[in-house]
């Protein structure tokens, strides 16, 4: 039997409530396009309609759709296309990072549809950040305000009510950090910020290429508002402006939101629309998490409707966000070109073994080997071998395994197992590990180029193994737009029964949900407040999103 599919269903047309005949019609008439676009190989093309990439008679319906004030359509981007459906913006050269056009050519084709409406929402925020980003008009005078005495009078000449911005900070390791700028960028794309990046360590240099489009995203050295380190106790975070029974935005030109795993009742009520409401008035807004936090933004019903609409499959919204914001600088991509030419560009299948223990987690390692290669045989990622055998004939099949771990140990196992034994049905098995990490010095930036290859390297798999909880196979997992098999977590320091699960969704999990309902202003179960966000399976305490 062959391994069960980690490809996430075909997306669904966005819900459209059938209130009036012109609706129901309309829906039934795009089915029967898009069926017939299938069927007849019908190629999806870019409109003349910025933001719009549909096919015409697609598009038609569409429109009259969105006129009714329903969700627009979303599609599948056709592999083909550079784009990816219009998720990249046109407005970069090739030459300036390579990797930005060149890695979907590596990947399996993406079944997870793309919003219209998210595309728009991405070429607004381009227009804002080429507005409002440094190195502008717009942002030098925000920064002297920023600086200026407090109450001093701005004068009404230098105003600019629209620039207000986001600044991340980093916390903890590169797999986190992806994670929590990808909240960070969704939650300016629903308050109009300006996303940027804390990079003074200088751990964020030659790593990723810019994003956006004739602007950067790096804060400028010296403009961070903050001074000294931030932690749960800066007198000027939102938690502790709360506490003094202060309104956040009351004249402070600036705020820190503390977001990581150990914020308190009063950080939490971050994820509230009243205390939201509020922020708006903040100009900067600096925030530290080493969470994903975006389940925590689909419980705000503030933002509820516009999410719906960039995100119609509420399961891809790092698969779109994260192949949007995360392009390998020229010296990463060039290790990454390296690590697929030498192990994966030859192969039938490529299969990608993701392995990290935890010291809260411990086991063995001829243990987690075992439960490893358990996972592997039973769900048929992996052949099972048979007694030494002459080779008499050519393979019937060429299969790849890349396995990612700080250690060497479990790749070579795995390669002696299979440089020793035949396999059952004759296919030629292949292990590397591209690198020994050994214990990551965080903030190294040698050591997150390395990772951020690995990473990269995993997505290009067709199928992934990871292990529970880790944020660098959350990584991966969204970029391959692949359901992962779970390693789940060892009991006592034994493997588990049931070795691993094909996990329920490509989205990563929220290690720390706030679990407080504001209308109520209680504790709560933020796993069973609505249908599509539900608790993780390799981290019961944390939620994810579903499509429900």
Not at 192 to 220: A, M, N
Not at 226 to 251: C, F, Q, V, Y
Not at 348 to 362: C, H, L, M, S
Not at 411 to 422: D, F, Q, T, V
Request: net charge positive.
């Amino acid at each position: 039997m062959a391994a069960r599919s980690q490809l996430g269903g075909r997306s669904r047309s966005s819900a459209v409530r059938p209130t009036t005949t012109v609706l129901l019609t309309a829906a039934i008439v795009a089915a029967v396009l898009l069926m017939a676009a299938v069927l007849f190989g019908a190629r999806w093309t870019p409109s003349s309609d910025a933001g719009t990439w549909v096919s015409a008679g697609l598009r038609v319906v569409t429109n009259a759709v969105s006129d009714q004030g329903a969700v627009p359509l979303a599609t599948v981007p056709d592999p083909g296309d550079r784009l990816l459906g219009g998720l990249l913006s046109p407005d970069f050269d090739d030459r300036s990072c390579l990797s930005r056009f060149r890695a979907a050519r590596y990947r399996r084709a993406s079944l997870h549809a793309l919003s219209p409406h998210l595309v728009s929402a991405l070429r607004r925020y381009e227009s804002l950040h080429r507005l409002c980003g440094p190195g502008t008009p717009a942002y030098a005078r925000a920064v002297e305000r920023l600086r200026a005495p407090p109450n001093a009078s701005s004068g009404d000449d230098g105003a600019d009510p629209s620039c207000n911005y986001l600044v991340w900070t980093p916390n903890a390791g590169l797999g986190n950090r992806i994670l929590s700028i990808t909240a960070g960028f969704l939650y300016a794309l629903l308050t109009d910020r300006v996303l940027l990046l804390d990079g003074s360590r200088g751990d964020l240099d030659d790593l990723f290429c810019e994003p956006f489009p004739g602007s950067t995203w790096i804060l400028p050295r010296g403009d961070l508002p903050a001074r000294g380190k931030l932690t749960i106790d800066t007198p000027e975070s939102l938690g502790n402006t709360l506490g003094r029974g202060e309104a956040p935005g009351a004249g402070a030109p600036w705020l820190y939101a503390h977001l990581v795993h150990n914020y308190n009742a009063q950080d939490k009520l971050f994820f509230c629309d009243d205390v939201q409401a509020q922020l708006r008035r903040v100009p900067w807004l600096v925030f530290q998490a080493d969470n994903y936090f975006v389940p925590g933004l689909f419980l705000m019903p503030r933002f509820e409707r516009e999410l719906a609409r960039m995100f119609p499959r509420r399961d891809a919204v790092f698969h779109h966000l994260g192949r949007y914001l995360f392009h390998p600088s020229n010296t990463v991509w060039g290790m990454v070109a390296r690590y697929h030419g030498a192990y994966f560009a030859k192969a039938d299948e490529r299969v990608g073994i993701q392995v990290r223990t935890f010291k809260w987690a411990p086991i063995s390692t001829d243990e987690f080997y075992g439960q490893i290669l358990k996972c592997t045989h039973r769900e048929n990622i992996l052949p099972a071998v048979v007694a030494p055998a002459a080779n008499t004939s050519k393979a019937a099949k060429r299969k790849a395994v890349v396995v990612l771990s700080l250690h060497g140990e479990y790749s070579e196992m795995l390669r002696n197992l299979y440089h020793e034994h035949g396999t059952v049905a004759g296919e030629a098995v292949s292990v590397f590990q591209p690198t020994h990490l050994g214990e990551q010095h965080i903030g190294d930036k040698q050591q997150n180029q390395k990772a951020l290859a690995e990473m990269v390297l995993l997505s290009f798999s067709d199928v992934v193994v990871t292990t529970g909880v880790s944020t660098f196979g959350y990584v991966s997992q969204g970029l391959a737009g692949l359901r992962p098999w779970v390693l789940m977590r060892p009991n006592h320091g034994k493997a588990p029964d049931t070795p691993c699960r094909l996990a329920p969704t490509i989205e990563p999990c929220f290690h720390r949900p706030p679990n407080y309902d504001c209308r109520a202003k209680a504790r709560c179960d933020t796993g069973r407040i609505v249908q599509h966000i539900r608790h993780c399976e390799d981290f019961p305490e944390g939620v994810q999103l579903l499509e429900s």
